[in-house]
C-alpha cells in the first residue's frame, strides 16, 4: 500500500509540472508531497510491526497510517481533476508522462460526455434546482482507476515503483 502511495505521489508530480493553473499545482504538488510523508511513514510502521510482531497497539498504528494514507490520496485525486479541468500543458517526450496525459484526457473526455448528458437530460425540479434522485454522478480519476483492468504483465511480484514501472502500471 505504500508503495502505491509513491505511484500517486508520482502521478500528482507530473500533472502539476503540467499544469496551467498556478494554483492549481501548487495544491497538486502540496496534497502529493503529504501523500509522500504518509507513504513512508506507513513504510517504516510496516517493517517495524513485521520485525516486532503482533500488537494491538502496532495493529492500531498501521490502520490508522493506512486510513491517512487513502485520505492523502484522495486529495491527490482531487486537485488532479481540478487541475486537469483548469488545462495541462504538453507533456514531454517522456513515455511515463503522455500515459498520464492520456489518462487525464480520458477522464475529461468522460468527464464532458456526462455533462453534457446532463444537459440534455436535464432532471432539475421546479425551482430549477438539479434533482438528486437518479442523478448519475460525475465520473472521477478514482472511478476510472477502478474501471480499467489491472495491467499483470507489467507489475512484478514485488513491484517497486523506482524500478522503472510506470505511473499506471498500477492502480490502486
Do not use: Y
Amino acid at each position: 500500500i505504500a508503495s502505491d502511495g509513491q505511484v500517486v505521489v508520482k502521478f500528482g508530480n507530473i500533472l502539476a509540472k503540467h499544469c496551467r493553473d498556478q494554483r492549481c499545482s501548487t495544491e497538486l504538488l502540496r496534497a502529493a508531497e503529504h501523500t509522500q510523508s504518509v507513504s513512508s511513514q506507513l513504510g517504516i510502521v510496516a517493517r517495524v510491526k513485521a520485525v516486532t510482531g503482533e500488537s494491538k497497539a502496532s495493529s492500531e498504528l498501521l490502520v490508522s497510517n493506512v486510513q491517512n494514507l487513502l485520505r492523502a490520496v484522495q486529495h491527490v485525486l482531487r486537485a488532479a481533476e481540478a487541475a486537469c479541468v483548469k488545462g495541462l500543458g504538453q507533456p514531454s517526450a517522456d513515455p511515463e508522462e503522455e500515459e498520464v496525459a492520456a489518462f487525464c484526457q480520458q477522464w475529461r473526455k468522460n468527464l464532458t460526455q456526462h455533462r453534457a448528458k446532463e444537459a440534455l437530460n436535464s432532471d432539475r425540479d421546479e425551482l430549477g434546482l438539479r434533482k438528486t434522485r437518479g442523478a448519475k454522478a460525475e465520473p472521477t480519476l478514482m472511478s476510472l482507476m477502478q474501471e480499467q483492468p489491472p495491467r499483470s504483465r507489467n507489475i512484478p511480484k514485488h513491484p517497486n515503483p523506482r524500478k522503472g514501472h510506470t505511473v499506471m502500471d498500477r492502480h490502486l
